[in-house]
């Protein structure tokens, strides 16, 4: 990545298809004002990951976020524009090592499954609320927890 004067470059990849445009551009303007209130100078690009035929180069930003979404990615196969950002995902670990990647929720799914994981249901059905989470040794050192409860919102 070339050096930034005028500040790091996030790319914000929207990955779900709004059936309330004003509700999705104002969930963009949220994340791009959080950004912005941390990193001022930062330069901030929305791109809607569903309908753009082609994803920003990795190696490009600084920070890639790929939001949540509702595609199903337990499933076997999956829609084009899906495969478009698991190859994004992948070329961002092999290639771009020091863009950041930080995946909400599908996000994460996503990355997982991009790199080798699996996405499954999970057997007991929906989570909805605050559940405890256990903490791996690093986890257990920065929080100085054996476990956090969080809010959880999941399907699979």
């Keep these: 990545m070339s050096p930034h004067k005028s500040g790091p ?5 929207q990955n779900f298809k709004p059936t309330n445009p004003a509700f999705a551009t104002d969930m963009m303007a949220s994340f ?14 929305v ?12 190696s490009e930003y600084n920070t890639i976020i790929l939001t949540g979404g509702m595609f199903n990615l337990a499933l076997p196969e999956v829609e084009p524009w899906v495969e478009r950002e698991l190859d994004l995902i992948r070329t961002s670990a092999e290639k771009a090592p020091n863009s950041k ?13 991009a790199l080798g994981g699996a996405v499954e249901f999970i057997p007991t059905g929906h989570v909805v609320g605050r559940n405890p989470d256990k903490l791996t040794g690093v986890g257990r050192d920065f929080f100085d927890a054996e476990e956090l409860n969080l809010i959880h919102f999941r399907l699979r």
């Excluded at 791109?47 to 990795?58: D, M, Y």
């Design 101 to 113: 990647l930080v995946g909400l929720c599908w996000g994460n799914q996503a990355v997982a499954r």
């Design 47 to 58: 791109i809607n990951g569903v309908e753009s035929a082609q994803l920003p180069n990795p």
């Design 32 to 45: 791009t004002d959080l950004i912005h209130k941390s990193a001022p100078d930062a330069i901030v690009d």
């Design 9 to 13: 470059r996030v790319a914000i990849i």
